[in-house]
């Protein structure tokens, strides 16, 4: 009994034991397991924090890949639009040399399409210009120098169209800087890079500052394209500047330069077309290749010709050889006189017309004002003076040479000889006016003109015939007298100065004997004697400073003396 009830509690021992061990070892499976999940909880964290490191860099990496991708393809794309927007420029440029027409050829062209090929009176100087056109004369460039209505720009049209208007450009030139600008371009098709997206996202340069400046850029632009064209084609381009007398003289220089340029390479030629004598004497200083072609008023075949194509487009009429001679012995030869006559119902009323119209706007500008001039207009009397004086000469050398005044009668020698006007070397008609600086401005007025001979004569026929009428009046004589009399006595007041004398402001009076002068100073009784040498206008500068030195010490004395005695 005693036995099992040990081996009960030996039992029960062992298995209070057993029960011990298994919470023990729970425990410490438990603390294991809590340290383990501890290990594992901050492993975890540590990962986790690394693969947000990891996860922020590889996102990080994408996005600057993306971006520098980005980056690259406008970059690329920039690049690309650059270079094909540069070469477009190109493109366009050339293009321009290509159009078979523009819109002054096409004028040119209806107005000679009716005309018969045989009425087309061509000038002396058409076939130098076809082969400058054709390219076949080239390393040069050219000044078209005459008279307004000479029949200039015509001739060139008329090459340009022979030639279809291949290789031509024309550019109808202005006073205006900024609006030579914008035709240069247009006649090149350059845009000045103003179309292009690049400066949205940069600032305007210097370069962009003048018009100057882009006309520049559109020569260089134009170099590139020569040069491109040298290996293709050796035929020149044309660039002709139309009324170029018009452009301002600082870009004259410019274009000069670049006609300078172009005519040594041979690929480019310039054609100047000038009304006005200044251009050529600007040009002169500086010309190394250019030649001058004066045009002249027409030969009375030629005239006769111009006449009858004319007369047959404006009214399907002939026009016999006498009427021809009548109007050409009565106007000359200039194109466009004879195309206004043409066009009018009455030839003989239209140019007697043309005549008065040329009087009246030679008066208008150089009308005498005669002996009553105002002395604030003395530059315009001096302007009309000198052009009344260069008038009057060349009107007598006229009548020196025998021209008859009836304007309908004359034999075969005088009809040939009315477009040879009589005229003298600029120089001579400078020393005639007495002022060198008019004349120019008389060739701008049309009333005097400047050949490429450096010879002055009257503009026209009709501008002569009105010079005669103005001449011939009874009181043009005594009249250009009057004005010149007023001139001198208007600078002669001008030059007049007014000297007033301290001494006679008092009353005070001066007795000259012999070399003695004597002040009388009728204030104070006092009197100064001063002794002057008889050659005074002789003495050295010094010794005239001398004596008004002491002069003026005497006089400086005798004041202080009065005044000491009124105090």
């Not at 030969?299 to 399907?316: P, Q, T, V």
């Not at 006229?398 to 004359?410: E, F, M, V």
Request: with cysteine; glycine share 6%; hydrophobic share 35%.
């Amino acid at each position: 009994m005693v036995s099992s009830i040990e081996e009960d509690k030996k039992n029960n021992d062992e298995q209070v034991i057993k029960k011990a061990k298994g919470r023990i070892r729970n425990i410490q499976e438990t603390k294991k397991s809590k340290d383990k999940d501890h290990n594992n909880n901050k492993k975890n964290k540590n990962n986790s924090g690394w693969r947000e490191v990891v996860s922020i860099l590889k996102k990080c990496a994408e996005t600057g890949l993306i971006t520098f991708a980005s980056l690259g393809v406008l970059v690329l794309g920039g690049v690309m639009y650059h270079k094909i927007y540069k070469q477009n420029v190109l493109w366009k440029m050339e293009e321009s040399f290509k159009a078979e027409e523009t819109l002054m050829l096409a004028r040119h062209k209806d107005n000679t399409e009716i005309m018969d090929a045989h009425l087309w009176a061509e000038r002396p100087h058409q076939k130098i210009l076809d082969k400058i056109v054709t390219g076949k004369v080239k390393g040069k460039y050219y000044l078209l120098l005459g008279e307004k209505g000479t029949g200039k720009s015509s001739t060139v049209m008329e090459s340009i169209s022979r030639c279809g208007g291949e290789d031509c450009a024309i550019v109808d030139c202005s006073s205006d800087v900024e609006l030579m600008r914008l035709r240069i371009g247009s006649a090149l098709n350059f845009e000045f890079f103003e179309d292009y997206i690049g400066s949205l996202f940069s600032m305007k340069g210097p370069r962009e500052s003048t018009p100057m400046l882009d006309i520049e850029r559109a020569f260089m632009k134009l170099e590139k394209i020569l040069y491109n064209r040298r290996g293709k084609t050796k035929k020149p381009l044309i660039l002709v500047l139309n009324n170029s007398h018009l452009i301002d003289s600082s870009l004259v220089e410019l274009l000069q330069q670049k006609a300078e340029n172009f005519s040594c390479s041979g690929m480019l030629t310039m054609i100047f077309i000038s009304e006005d004598y200044w251009l050529f004497e600007k040009m002169k200083t500086l010309a190394t290749r250019m030649q001058v072609i004066n045009f002249e008023d027409t030969k009375m075949n030629e005239a006769s010709k111009i006449l009858k194509g004319s007369r047959l487009k404006y009214f399907h009429k002939e026009v016999s050889d006498e009427e021809c001679n009548k109007i050409y012995h009565l106007i000359g030869g200039r194109p466009q006189h004879l195309n206004h006559v043409a066009s009018q119902k009455d030839m003989f009323k239209a140019a007697h017309e043309i005549i008065d119209n040329e009087k009246l706007w030679f008066l208008n500008n150089c009308a005498l004002l005669g002996v009553d001039m105002d002395d604030d207009v003395l530059e315009q009397g001096k302007f009309s003076i000198s052009a009344m004086l260069l008038m009057k000469e060349l009107v007598e050398m006229d009548k020196r040479r025998k021209y008859t005044k009836d304007s309908t009668q004359g034999t075969n020698a005088d009809l040939i000889e009315v477009s040879n006007l009589p005229h003298l070397p600029l120089w001579r008609a400078r020393q005639v006016m007495t002022r060198p600086d008019y004349i120019e401005e008389y060739d701008k007025l049309n009333i005097f003109t400047i050949g490429k001979d450096c010879q002055v004569r009257a503009d026209s026929v009709p501008m002569m015939r009105a010079f005669h009428e103005i001449a011939s009046h009874p009181a043009f004589d005594e009249l250009l007298s009057e004005s010149i009399d007023r001139i001198s006595e208007i600078e002669s007041l001008e030059r007049t100065r007014e000297i007033v004398l301290k001494d006679l402001v008092n009353g005070g009076e001066y007795q000259i004997k012999g070399d003695i002068i004597r002040f009388q100073d009728n204030s104070d009784g006092n009197n100064l004697t001063a002794r002057i040498l008889e050659q005074y206008n002789d003495l050295h500068e010094g010794e005239r400073k001398k004596w008004w030195k002491r002069r003026l010490d005497s006089y400086n004395s005798n004041s202080n003396t009065s005044n000491s005695k009124d105090h």
